[in-house]
């Protein structure tokens, strides 16, 4: 079993800055991809950015050149820099983990965007 937790959420105003960090433990396999989507109320889920066990990145183009995603697999985290942030951007941030045999969540961690 893999557990996810999600960190570092909160409110900032536009045009600021929040870095999102996830850590996983339990049983984590490789190759794996790590990922953050997002849920903004009445929205469906949807993908922000991934990263690839041998680094390959990925990113939705609503977020291209303001997020960046980045992993240390020796820690097992997966952090979401988040820069030039827009209320659109508010939205529940989750985490996940797609390995061999398993695909996992974290809890989810709010983020606000609004002056």
């Known amino acids: 079993q893999v557990q996810l937790v999600e960190s570092g959420g909160g409110s900032v105003q536009p045009g600021g800055s929040l870095t999102l960090s996830c850590a996983a433990s339990?049983?984590?396999?490789?190759?794996?991809?790590v990922a953050w989507y997002r849920q903004a109320p009445g929205k469906q889920r949807e993908l922000v950015a991934t990263?690839?066990?041998?680094?390959?990145?990925n990113y939705a183009d609503a977020v291209k050149g303001r997020f960046t995603i980045s992993r240390d697999n020796a820690q097992n985290t997966v952090s979401l820099q988040m820069d030039s942030l827009k209320p659109e951007d508010t939205a529940v941030y989750y985490c996940?983990?797609?390995?061999?045999?398993?695909?996992?969540w974290g809890q989810g961690t709010q983020v606000t965007v609004s002056s």
């Open positions: 339990g049983r984590i396999l490789r190759p794996n991809t």
């Open positions: 990263s690839g066990s041998g680094g390959t990145t």
């Open positions: 996940n983990l797609k390995q061999p045999l398993g695909n996992y």
